[in-house]
């Protein structure tokens, strides 16, 4: 059995699950984005006790390290880390735009057109990426404020598929060309999640414990206190 735990608390949706190679044995879901530091270790436990698996039998611990929520990448890449030096088992660290790129293609029969999550950083500001179906980079992810012309380029050569929690916002944005999109606030399933870490475990795509780093793409900023 190659039994591995996957960590998603990027996006308001948190996701812990065990699988077992790319099934999903046991997943559990939290809604409210503020409660996932509270919500991640009672649920890694209760998927644990609800499976009769114990921590030394797992073989590895995916986590996605963002770009997304701070304070979630930081929950979620703190308690990866600790959990894999505690059982000494390999870590994998998921970009949120790949993951949700490959979740929406999995999930999406039309693959003629490209992908582009849209992560919603507040006022017109997202985290991005742009995607084939193969999931090569036609974009790669950054931080982007988000205007009438965004992506015009790439509407004018193929359809583009945008989803995630800045999709709709950018759809009011370009009413005029909005027959070559469609839009899903779709982020990430389950069984996504089963088989991009599988795919990554099987090509022994590991981080290095002690240089392991978040995926911030930009610099977290809090205003300082007078």
């Known amino acids: 059995m190659n039994y591995i735990l996957n960590i998603h608390t990027t996006s308001e949706k948190a996701i812990v ?32 006790q609800q499976t009769g698996i114990s921590p030394s039998q797992l073989k590895a611990i995916g986590v996605t390290g963002g770009p997304g929520s701070y304070t979630g990448i930081r929950v979620g890449l703190a308690t990866a880390k600790g959990l894999c030096f505690a059982l000494k088992i390999p870590l994998m660290i998921f970009n949120t735009l790949e993951l949700m790129a490959f979740s929406a293609i999995e999930n999406t029969a039309n693959k003629n057109g490209l992908f582009c999550p ?3 950083a507040r006022r017109m500001e997202v985290f991005t990426a742009v995607y084939d179906a193969r999931l090569n980079e036609v974009i790669p ?13 790439l509407l004018q050569e193929k359809p583009i598929y945008f989803f995630g929690s800045g999709a709709f916002k950018f759809k009011d944005l370009i009413k005029d060309r909005i027959s070559q999109s469609s839009f899903s606030d779709q982020e990430v399933s389950c069984e996504a999640i089963a088989a991009f870490s599988w795919n990554r475990f099987q090509k022994n795509q590991f981080e290095n414990l002690l240089t392991a780093e978040p995926i911030y793409i930009k610099e977290f900023y809090t205003p300082t206190k007078k």
Request: charge should be negative; glycine fraction near 2%.
């Open 141 to 153: 992810p950054s931080a982007m404020i988000l205007d009438e012309h965004s992506f015009a380029d």
């Open 118 to 120: 849209l992560i919603d």
């Open 17 to 48: 699950s065990l699988c077992d190679q790319d099934s999903v044995l046991a997943p559990l879901v939290n809604d409210h984005s503020k409660k996932h530091a509270a919500f991640l270790h009672t649920g890694i436990h209760q998927i644990l």
